[in-house]
């Protein structure tokens, strides 16, 4: 059974940094396309960017596209979110989430796709 540990919130200044780390229970996290998502209060969670378990690809939604960057180390079971130029916008609880794939497939960043969930960290932006 594969259970994700996120970490790495905190509060920061905008447009300040923060790195989130997503720890994987198992050392077959190559076999799976990993997304981050968030969720502020009020609002629905909402995909943020997922990478693929292979060379496929990474992807990003609009709102933090060129401030985030996603990575992955399979042999250290974890994935990264790098959040730079933080914006009060970004507060939220972020979560990663896990979605097996077997034949390698560009990874999406719908929640309904993702079966394994971590805990949740939370972020705060503010001055």
């Known amino acids: 059974q594969l259970q994700l540990v996120e970490s790495g919130g905190g509060l920061v200044q905008p447009g300040g940094s923060l790195r989130l780390s997503c720890v994987a229970s198992?050392?077959?996290?190559?076999?799976?396309?990993i997304a981050w998502f968030r969720q502020a209060p009020g609002k629905e969670r909402e995909g943020v960017s997922c990478?693929?378990?292979?060379?496929?690809?990474?992807s990003y939604a609009d709102s933090v596209k060129g401030r985030f960057t996603i990575s992955r180390d399979n042999a250290k079971n974890t994935v990264w979110l790098q959040m730079n130029y933080l914006k009060p916008e970004d507060t939220a609880v972020y979560y990663c989430?896990?979605?097996?794939?077997?034949?390698?497939?560009?990874?999406?960043?719908?929640?309904?796709?993702?079966?394994?969930w971590g805990q949740g960290t939370q972020v705060t932006v503010s001055s």
């Open positions: 990478i693929s378990r292979r060379d496929i690809g990474t």
């Open positions: 989430a896990a979605q097996i794939d077997r034949i390698g497939t560009m990874c999406v960043t719908s929640k309904s796709a993702y079966a394994n």
């Open positions: 198992e050392f077959t996290l190559d076999r799976y396309n």
